[in-house]
T-cell receptor, first 111, second 116 residues
Framework: QKEVEQDPGPLSVPEGAIVSLNCTYS??????FMWYRQYSRKGPELLMY????GNKEDGRFTAQVDKSSKYISLFIRDSQPSDSATYLC???????????FGKGTLLTVNP | NAGVTQTPKFRILKIGQSMTLQCTQD?????MYWYRQDPGMGLKLIYY???????DKGEVPNGYNVSRSTTEDFPLRLELAAPSQTSVYFC???????????????FGPGTRLLVL
């Protein structure tokens, strides 16, 4: 079993839809959870960061972590065509600065 | 502030050739990383550095070498290019604060490498 599994997609939704992106993990030591957004032919950029179970909101984006189920999600409300990108989950533990990434989910938001 | 810059943007190599991928950051970050990203495979860590003069292997180091003589620069060297090294290479940097993990790794725009 891979350490981090991410729903592979691709995902295609109409503008205004609520999008749910998900990752599961097997390493219970993971404490820090991130979501990166990567536009085509660009480097990843950090979207959300959290280190505790529960929800964290930032505008239209909500990151959810359930450590008991080893499951993290990213919700995008009122999705826009500009949200079309690949979304990567990443996680780490303690003072370990090395990130373990999921494979990414390609999202397309259609106008 | 340019952030993390990488050169070249794209390169075609013949099998057995060598090349150096350049990475520079102007944020005075102590940590730097090299990743490769194959289609549909996420990012795999090749090498990382926690400061000038200190480097260590990541998950997929074979066929690569690195050095870190300054805080700003972290070049990645391919000595004998192989088709399996065809990939997109990303450099990243971050700042470690005390004993807490950095919140952000800043990524460069990537170098696309094709080995034929």
């Amino acid at each position: 079993q891979k350490e981090v599994e991410q729903d592979p997609g691709p995902l295609s939704v109409p503008e205004g839809a609520i999008v749910s992106l998900n990752c599961t993990y097997s390493n219970s030591a993971f404490q820090y959870f991130m979501w990166y957004r990567q536009y085509s032919r660009k480097g990843p950029e950090l979207l959300m960061y959290t280190y505790s179970s529960g929800n964290k909101e930032d505008g239209r984006f909500t990151a959810q972590v359930d450590k008991s189920s080893k499951y993290i999600s990213l919700f995008i409300r009122d999705s826009q065509p500009s949200d079309s990108a690949t979304y990567l989950c990443a996680m780490s533990w303690g003072s370990n600065y090395k990130l373990t990434f999921g494979k990414g989910t390609l999202l397309t938001v259609n106008p | 502030n340019a952030g993390v810059t990488q050169t070249p943007k794209f390169r075609i190599l013949k099998i057995g050739q060598s090349m150096t991928l350049q990475c520079t950051q102007d944020m005075n970050h102590n940590y730097m990383y090299w990743y490769r990203q194959d289609p549909g495979m996420g990012l795999k860590l090749i090498y990382y550095s926690v400061g000038a003069g200190i480097t260590d292997k990541g998950e997929v180091p074979n066929g690569y070498n690195v050095s870190r003589s300054t805080t700003e620069d972290f070049p990645l060297r391919l000595e004998l290019a192989a088709p399996s090294q065809t990939s997109v290479y990303f450099c990243a940097s971050s700042q470690m604060s005390g004993v807490t993990i950095q919140e952000t790794q800043y990524f460069g725009p990537g170098t696309r490498l094709l080995v034929l």
